[in-house]
């Protein structure tokens, strides 16, 4: 199997890249200037010996925490949980939210063999214990598909018990859509319109 076809076979792997764009990214590369290729496997490199999970959100850093976990400019009595770590960066764009973010790694799925030991609801369960970060709310900002509603209902068992105050994204976020896709005007009308989970309201 010649280089080519093993570079395609790596990005295959990407979501979203299939074959026919796979081999058209792998000729482009071989197309253009060797400092190029040099210079993406010196970024992917440095990604692969850098970048790790902050040990207290989960959100992606180089640092040994987060900019968001260590700003003390951040308002800490709330934490915005979301799925995955490129939403927190979704969120942030809007410029309308100034507290904490907690990852949760994906959402519950059976069929696809995620369950709650899949995901990092155990490191949540702690922050709302911990004496020195216990937040006074939650927001759940899982994403308005099956799987994310589910994943939503699920923490709010586990939560209510600590006396929080959950809310949930205002549902000015197509049912169906991922953070990553939403502007930013929309994601800063759901934050700003966040409801009380189990408040009855539509």
Do not use: W
């Amino acid at each position: 199997m010649s280089a080519i076809d093993d570079l395609t076979r790596e990005l295959r792997r990407l979501p979203g890249i299939g074959t026919k764009t796979a081999l058209r990214l792998a000729f482009h590369m071989v197309k253009g200037p060797k400092e190029d290729i040099h210079r993406l496997a010196g970024a992917l490199a440095q990604v692969a010996e850098r970048i790790h999970p902050c040990p207290r959100c989960g959100n992606y850093c180089s640092a040994e925490v987060c900019s968001v976990c260590r700003d003390p400019s951040r308002d800490r009595s709330v934490i915005c949980v979301v799925e995955e770590a490129y939403e927190v960066g979704a969120i942030e764009r809007t410029g309308r939210y100034g507290g904490l973010f907690h990852v949760l790694g994906g959402r519950l799925s059976p069929l696809d063999g995620v369950g709650p030991g899949q995901l990092d609801i155990d490191g949540l369960l702690e922050r709302v214990s911990d004496p020195e970060e216990k937040p006074k709310e939650v927001i759940l900002a899982t994403n308005a598909s099956v799987e994310g509603e589910a994943t939503a209902v699920y923490l709010e068992t586990l939560l209510r018990p600590h006396g929080l105050r959950i809310t949930r994204l205002a549902r000015g976020i197509p049912v169906g859509s991922d953070l990553e896709y939403v502007d930013g005007t929309t994601i800063a009308e759901a934050l700003a319109g966040r409801r009380e989970v189990g408040d009855g309201s539509a």
